[in-house]
């Protein structure tokens, strides 16, 4: 069993800042990409930032330069720290990793459950 769970959300005023985590755990071998990604009421859910195994992050261009994503490979977490946030970000941010349970194990997509991110004008 593999479970990702997010925390961090909540609610906070334009131009504030918020850091979300993501703590993967169970059964786990090794984990390849890691990503963050939100969606708001009405909207199809989108990417917003990846980390692959080695470090190389990318971004979405909405968010590119205010947030930013890391990993830690040591606690299988990954973290996104948020800067200048608008109404716009409002959203439910799922964490997802790609990761192999075991040395034969087929490489499979894990989501977490969400935490709500609402910013305020």
């Known amino acids: 069993q593999v479970q990702l769970v997010e925390s961090g959300g909540g609610l906070v005023q334009a131009g504030g800042s918020l850091r979300l985590s993501c703590a993967a755990s169970?059964?786990?071998?090794?984990?390849?990409?890691m990503r963050w990604y939100r969606q708001a009421p009405g909207k199809q859910r989108e990417l917003v930032a990846g980390?692959?195994?080695?470090?190389?992050?990318n971004y979405a261009g909405s968010v590119k330069g205010r947030f930013t994503i890391s990993r830690d490979n040591a606690k299988n977490a990954t973290y996104l720290q948020m800067n200048s946030l608008k109404p716009e970000d409002t959203a439910v941010y799922y964490c997802?990793?790609?990761?192999?349970?075991?040395?034969?194990?087929?490489?499979?997509?894990?989501w977490g459950q969400g935490t709500q991110v609402t910013v305020s004008s």
């Open positions: 997802n990793a790609d990761l192999w349970t075991g040395s034969d194990s087929p490489l499979f997509r894990y």
């Open positions: 980390i692959t195994s080695g470090g190389s992050p």
């Open positions: 169970g059964n786990i071998f090794n984990i390849n990409d």
